[in-house]
């Protein structure tokens, strides 16, 4: 079966600062790979994904994700966070044969001014 | 264009009650997929509707069903509840279905259930 890992609950990090948030999946077939954000008491929003193509996607509110093959991972990055980018963070996987969206823990990320 | 509705936002019952919750998708999306989010099992899948008929199915008991109207909202309806059940319940739509819906899914801003 298909997972998700994301090996860091909570990350924090100063504003300005870069950031990279953690994801590995374990599936056989091409993945499709997808990276959300919630606040506090909202739903989900998509911030990219990668199905096919170019393995480096950009996303919105100016995310970036990189898709690698050999080593299982879709890490998300932000070259400068901001305030606002305070949420909980989603890594999630599909694919052929299993088309079902399974989800990691989340990386909770807190800014600090 | 409206987003994703969910109702109620929140709700209390009372252990071995039923609830129905109501998704009512983006206009033109004909995909509905519902969520359960808890602090211990985090986001799990629990069905997607596509064109009224239930595409999947996640690992969940035959307490919890659901169904999808002609114009695409869905209601969820979990049966003989129990404290476990209380949880964010997300729905979110979609133009097309399975993977394809993915690239393209909105969510709602969730219904609170708890159940007491």
């Known amino acids: 079966a298909q997972s998700v890992t994301q090996p860091d609950i909570h990350i924090t990090v100063s504003e300005g600062a870069s950031l990279e948030l953690r994801c590995n999946y374990s599936y056989g077939a091409t993945p499709y790979l997808f990276w959300y954000v919630q606040s506090p008491g909202q739903g989900l929003q998509l911030l990219l994904k990668?199905?096919?193509?170019?393995?480096l996607v950009q996303g919105i509110k100016g995310f970036e994700a990189e898709f690698k093959r050999s080593q299982s991972s879709f890490n998300l990055r932000k070259p400068s966070v901001h305030w606002s980018d305070a949420a909980e963070y989603f890594c999630a996987v599909a694919a052929f044969g299993n088309e079902k969206l399974t989800f990691g823990t989340g990386t909770r990320l807190t800014i600090i001014p | 264009k409206a987003g994703v509705t969910q109702t109620p936002r929140y709700l209390i019952k009372t252990r071995g009650q039923q609830v129905t919750l109501s998704c009512s998708p983006i206009?033109?999306?004909?995909?509905v997929s519902w969520y359960q989010q808890t602090p211990g099992q985090g986001l799990q899948f629990l069905f997607e509707?596509?064109?009224?008929?239930?595409?999947n199915k996640g690992n969940f008991p035959g307490r919890f069903s659901g169904r999808q109207f002609s114009n695409s909202r869905s209601e969820m309806n979990v049966s003989t509840l129990e404290l476990g059940d209380s949880a964010l319940y997300l729905c979110?739509?979609?133009?097309?279905?399975?993977?394809?819906?993915?690239?393209?899914?909105?969510f709602g801003p969730g219904t609170r259930l708890t159940v007491t």
């Open positions: 206009s033109g999306h004909r995909s």
């Open positions: 990668y199905f096919s193509g170019d393995t």
């Open positions: 509707y596509f064109s009224e008929t239930q595409r």
């Open positions: 979110a739509s979609s133009p097309n279905s399975g993977l394809a819906g993915f690239i393209e899914q909105y």
